[in-house]
């Protein structure tokens, strides 16, 4: 299953429990799963912070994580070992890929 998190948001106690939830739902469910993060949010240097504290909980849980990385969005290099990046192109294809359903949710924070 792939999840694709918009960050529209720059409110950090919603961007916070959309992740908690995730985590909590992928650790009952063991369900294997990769999530994006992508938004223009991310450049906001608390947005990114946050979501790069709670990236060990969502690798915890056994989730592939991706962040779309661009000049535009320029998170840390010190990011969490297991954290992949994406490019937007890649990102593109991948949800065409979705056309199945269940293979594929969007969740805007």
């Given amino acids: 299953m792939n999840i694709l998190f918009i960050v529209k ?52 849980a056994g989730a592939e994580v991706y962040v779309c990385k661009s000049k535009a969005i320029p998170f840390k290099e010190d990011l969490p070992s297991g954290l992949k990046h994406s490019t937007i192109n890649y990102l593109t294809y991948l949800i065409t890929d979705w056309a199945t359903p269940g293979s594929g949710h969007v969740i805007t924070i």
């Avoid at 999530?35 to 060990?56: C, K, N, P, Q």
């Fill in 9 to 60: 948001s720059t409110d950090t106690e919603n961007v916070t429990d959309v992740i908690r939830m995730t985590s909590a739902f992928l650790m009952e469910e063991g369900t294997s799963v990769k999530i994006w993060f992508l938004g223009a949010s991310l450049r906001s240097a608390e947005v990114r912070e946050l979501i790069t504290d709670h990236i060990y909980d969502l690798l915890e």
